[in-house]
């Protein structure tokens, strides 16, 4: 397996990823080539969009690393990163989130962010699960969500226990 920065090319593998997702009953969103070139590859506030590739060359999943911008739709404070991850799910629970995360903390530590925010269904079990075992931890609720944080280590104010729930 391969984790390597996701083009325009990988339009259409990364819809397959979604689209399997989408028929498992595990997303809701858009799950079309073009959705994934706009959201995902090349959005205008992106950082980094990551896939996980196998030997065969199949896109196994995906993970997107946005830069929250003033008046974000998901409330996030500007400047945080904004993260997605979309496994599929016949290649989930086999290491590929992890690996993804360390490519994607890179591009955290390289774009200068202090905290990464992870907006998760309330009814997610294993992406609350993922993000909690990546270092996520929750900081708000909102209707049917659950808001987990990131702090990189070493940022310049601390983690605020109170904000925590
Ligand atoms: C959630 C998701 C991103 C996890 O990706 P993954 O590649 O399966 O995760 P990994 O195999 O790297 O797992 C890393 C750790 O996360 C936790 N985890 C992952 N899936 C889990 C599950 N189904 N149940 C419990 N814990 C889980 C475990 O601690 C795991 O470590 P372990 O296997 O050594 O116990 C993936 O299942 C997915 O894309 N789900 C559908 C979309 C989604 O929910 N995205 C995230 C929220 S928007």
């Known amino acids: 397996m391969d984790i390597r920065p996701a083009t325009a090319d990988d339009a259409?593998?990364?819809?397959?990823?979604?689209?399997?997702?989408?028929a498992a009953g595990l997303r809701?969103?858009?799950d079309s080539p073009e959705f994934a070139l706009q959201n995902y590859i090349a959005p205008a506030d992106g950082?980094?969009?990551s896939v996980a590739e196998s030997?065969?060359?199949?896109?196994?999943?995906?993970?997107?690393l946005?830069?929250?911008?003033?008046?974000?739709?998901?409330g996030v404070t500007p400047g945080w990163g904004i993260i997605g991850t979309h496994?599929?799910?016949?290649?989930?629970?086999?290491?590929?989130g992890k690996a993804l995360f360390v490519a994607t903390l890179d591009a955290v530590r390289d774009a200068g962010l202090t905290d990464i925010d992870a907006t998760i269904g309330a009814d997610n079990a294993q992406g609350l699960a993922y993000y909690e075992a990546m270092g996520f931890r929750t900081y708000r609720r909102m209707e049917g969500a659950v808001c987990k944080r990131?702090?990189?280590?070493?940022a310049s104010h601390e983690r605020s226990v109170s904000q925590e729930s």
Not at 55 to 64: F, K, P, T, V
Not at 87 to 96: F, K, L, T, V, Y
């Open 12 to 22: 259409i593998g990364m819809s397959v990823v979604l689209r399997s997702l989408t």
């Open 28 to 30: 809701t969103r858009p």
């Open 47 to 49: 950082i980094l969009c």
């Open 55 to 64: 030997e065969a060359g199949a896109i196994l999943g995906l993970q997107s």
């Open 66 to 74: 946005k830069r929250a911008s003033p008046g974000n739709p998901y």
């Open 87 to 96: 496994i599929s799910p016949d290649a989930a629970r086999q290491g590929i």
């Open 150 to 154: 990131f702090t990189l280590s070493g």
